[in-house]
Structures are given as structure tokens and as C-alpha cells.
């Protein structure tokens, strides 16, 4: 599965931004997706996630602010920014997992396939 990430930019803070993520090819093992941020010099983090049954769930530093959400029909995954802050600025990735072995799904550790990232800069 490929996943390719788009729709980062730059934006001033107060700002919004959505981000898609379309996959290759539709799988039905597909258990869960997410978004993930990296900033320069630090580890990257979880920001969102969404079960095959629609469940979300969010980091504490982007809820209320963000939102995930899937489109099935189009193989595509988004996540809606709002009220962007210069702290969220990073690379945002989305990533799938086929299997999920019970760990938290905010942890990278539980995903196998991830898309190249599509860069979000947000100025104060």
C-alpha cells in the first residue's frame, strides 16, 4: 500500500489547513490509520488516529483543534487543522496498519505502511 500525503503549506497562525492522504489501492485489512508529526530536532509524534470503525482519538495538544476523518470510497484519509499555533509546525506523515497488537495507536510502533510526509509551517 502506498500512501501519499498532501495539502501542507505554509499559513499564519489562527490559520487552517487540510491534509489528504490517498492510498494505492483499497485494502480491507486495513485496521487503523493515523497522522504523525515530526519537527526538526525532535521524535515524531502521534497527532490522530481513525479505526476501520470510525473511532478517533487525538493527541491532548491538538483536540479540539484538529480533526480525522476517511473517506473509503476514495481510499483517502484527512486531517482537518484549525486554530493552527507555530508549535504545530513539522512534517506530517500518515501511516496504516493491517494488524493492531493491542498497543496504543498514537505509537508509531504500531504501523506499517507510511507516506512521505507533506510539510506544515505555521507563523506567528
Known amino acids: 500500500v502506498q500512501l501519499v500525503e498532501s495539502g501542507g503549506g505554509s499559513v499564519q497562525a489562527g490559520g487552517s489547513l487540510r491534509l489528504s492522504c490517498a492510498a494505492s489501492e483499497y485494502t480491507r485489512n486495513i485496521q487503523f490509520m493515523g497522522w504523525f508529526r515530526q519537527a526538526p530536532g525532535k521524535e515524531r509524534e502521534g497527532v490522530a488516529t481513525?479505526?476501520?470503525?470510525?473511532?478517533?482519538s487525538y493527541a491532548d495538544s491538538v483536540r479540539g483543534r484538529f480533526t480525522i476523518s476517511q473517506d473509503n470510497a476514495k481510499n483517502t484519509l484527512y486531517l482537518q487543522m484549525n486554530s493552527l499555533k507555530p508549535e504545530d509546525t513539522a512534517m506530517y506523515y500518515c501511516a496504516s496498519a493491517v494488524y493492531d497488537d493491542g498497543g496504543s495507536w498514537l505509537d508509531e510502533n504500531e504501523y506499517h505502511y507510511w507516506g512521505q510526509g507533506t510539510q506544515v509551517t505555521v507563523s506567528s
Open positions: 481513525v479505526g476501520s470503525d470510525g473511532i478517533s
